[in-house]
C-alpha cells in the first residue's frame, strides 16, 4: 500500500512500491486522501454549523474535489508507470479523509505500507512530515518512509 498527494516524495514512494510489488507479485494498492479546506483556526468539521442553504453546494464541492483528487492520483500513476509495471495489478482509492487516518486504516491487512517522508506540509525543515510520523507510530503494518530525491 501506497500513499500519493502529488508531493516528490510521495512519487518517490509510488515508485519505491510499484518496484517492490512487482518484486513480489503483489497487488498494489495506492490511497489518495483528501480534505475539504477549512477556514484558519476551525478545529474541524464537527464543529462547524453549516446553514442548511449551502448544503448542496457544499455536496458540490465534495464532488468537484473527489473527482480532482481521482485525476491527480491517475496523473501520478501515468508519471511513474513504465512498461515493467504492467504486470502490476494496481488498485486506488481515493477518499475524504485525514491523510494519516486515511493510510492506517486502509493499511489492514497490508503487508507493507509506503509513505514519502514529506508532503505538502508547511515545515520543509523538517525531516519527517507529520503523516508519515503518525504512519510510523500507528500503522498495523511495516512502514516504508521514503525521501524524494535531490533536485
Known sequence: MVGVDGSAGAREALRFALAEARLR???LETVLAWELPLYEGV??????????????????????????????????LEAVLDDADASVEIHCLVVEAAPAAALVGAAQGADLLVVGSRGHGGF???LLGSVS????RSAPCPVAIVRARPG
Open 25 to 27: 507479485g503483489a497487488v
Open 133 to 136: 510520523q503518525r504512519c510510523a
Open 124 to 126: 520543509r525543515g523538517l
Open 43 to 76: 478545529p474541524g468539521p464537527f464543529l462547524v454549523e453549516i446553514p442548511g442553504e449551502l448544503v448542496p453546494p457544499l455536496e458540490e464541492a465534495r464532488a468537484v474535489l473527489q473527482a480532482g483528487a481521482e485525476r491527480r492520483l491517475d496523473a501520478e
